[in-house]
Structure formats: C-alpha cells, structure tokens
C-alpha cells in the first residue's frame, strides 16, 4: 500500500526565484489492491506526483511510504530495485490526433512480445520463462493474436496494450497509469476504459490513474482531484471494505481526514 504524509515539492518561481509548493502538504492513503483515479489537467503538478509515486523523484519533504519502505529516503540503488519490481507504468498520449507514434517504454524495432518481455529482464529470469510471461501479460489485454507484431504494425489503441502489457507482466504490486486513454479513437478509448475497469475488479494490484477522462472517471472505485497542488477527495458515495491502517468504513462519503490526508 501507498502512504504518503506531508508530501510537498518546491521549484522556484521564474520572476522573483522564490519558491513555489507544485505539491503542497499532500497525504494519500491506497490500501493494498486499492484503485485511485486522480483527476486533475496535465501539469507540473500531476506529473510531479506520479514521478513521486513511481520513485523516480524525491519530494521536498515528507514521507512516501510504499509497502513499508520511504521512497523518500531509500537509497538509490534500493530505489531501482523497488522500480524494476514493485512498480509498472504506463503512459498515454497527448490530445486526440497528437498521441505519439510510440507510447513510453516500447522500442520501434521489437516485436510485441520482445517489447514486454523487456520489463523482466531485470528480474533475471529465464529468456524462455520472459517469453511465456510476456505471451500471457499480451493475451490479457486481448493481443493473444498480435505477439510478433512490431509497434508501426499496430493502431495507437492496440500499442497502448502492449505497453499496459508492459507495466503488468511483472505482476507488481503497483500500477501508474498516465492518462492513458488520450489521443485514442472512440472505440480504443472504450476498450481501454473496459481493460481497467475489470484491473480494478480482478487484478490484486494498486492502481493509480491521472485522467480527466469522464469515461475513466465515471466507473472509478475511488475518485480525488489534484488542484494547485492539493489533493481533495470527491465528495460522493463509494462501497470498499475498511483498512487495518485507517482506510474509510464501507459506503463512506470520500473526504479528507484530520491529517489532511486523502
């Protein structure tokens, strides 16, 4: 599970250089399993909080608990660590008509199956074992068919499987998602919308979303929007089973705690 406890991050302003808080005091808690849309516009600020979230930046101060460990404060090569096996990303497109040609983390010149069987190298697992694991990761997200494909050989829709495919063949224990549903046609973005609808019914994954897709939304088991760096919990009715660690009683409306946490 995340905890995250007064996390806030400064830059500096570029007409006085004082600083500026891109995220200000902010505090999360995801149980384990748990699925987070966080709603809010492209910006320093979201991208800030899923490098955050994904270990690939310390905040200012604060704590961002993962599992039991401080990314904060964990040593780098700790850090990597947890990277290469606790955390799966992906990464959308820009608007509709600007999405690249290549989502993040796929290489032009691999095929499907070679692109996603890529993430487990780290884990130094068999070539033969990447193989089956990467087959199987395709065959969730529907591209059982397309294995040997290479990216300029499938629509945008269809490479945006392959890099969820990606993200999840190590079976972490969280998934990042940015944006992932923009610069899609109607029906990619619908069978995007439906691959992480049932994620967050099956999966025993923690996944967090940044979105301002209504069709991401809508269906969210846990909705908060992320607004001049502060976190703030929808105010609407949700059904989850409450937490050992403080997490919200079944049927709760979401809000934020005393500890502004969210």
């Given amino acids: 599970m995340y905890h995250l406890t007064g996390v806030t991050t400064c830059c500096r302003s570029d007409r006085d250089g004082g600083p500026v808080r891109v995220l200000d005091e902010v505090g ?9 849309v966080v709603r809010g516009p492209a910006g320093p600020g979201m991208s800030t909080l899923l490098r955050i979230l994904g270990g690939l ?14 990314l904060a404060v964990v040593t780098e090569c700790r850090l990597a660590r947890i990277r290469a096996e606790a955390i799966g990303t992906v990464a959308g497109g820009g608007r509709a008509g600007t999405a690249p040609p290549v989502p993040a983390g ?33 065959a969730e997200v529907g591209l059982g068919d397309r294995f040997e494909a290479y990216p300029a050989e499938l629509d945008e829709g269809a490479r945006r499987r392959v890099a969820l495919a990606r993200a999840l063949v190590k079976r972490p224990a969280v998934l990042l998602a940015d ?3 923009d610069g899609l046609d109607e029906d990619a973005r619908a069978g995007m919308v439906e691959l992480f609808a049932r994620l967050w019914s099956e999966r025993r994954v923690s996944c967090i979303v940044a ?18 760096g502060r976190l ?4 609407r009715r949700r059904r989850q089973p409450a937490t050992a660690a403080g997490g919200p009683e079944a049927g709760t409306v979401e809000g934020r705690d005393d500890h502004g946490e969210v």
């Fill in 28 to 36: 999360l808690f995801v149980e384990d399993g748990g699925a987070l």
């Fill in 57 to 70: 930046e310390r905040p200012t101060r604060g704590s961002v608990v993962l599992n039991g460990t401080d």
């Fill in 106 to 138: 796929l290489s032009p010149g691999l095929t499907a199956r070679q692109n996603v069987a890529g993430a487990l190298i780290p884990l130094r697992l068999r070539p033969a074992d990447r193989r089956e694991l990467a087959g199987e990761a395709l």
């Fill in 179 to 181: 944006r992932p549903t």
């Fill in 211 to 228: 979105t301002e897709d209504e069709a991401l939304v809508r269906p969210a088991p846990r909705l908060v929007t992320l607004s001049r």
């Fill in 232 to 235: 703030t919990a929808a105010a």
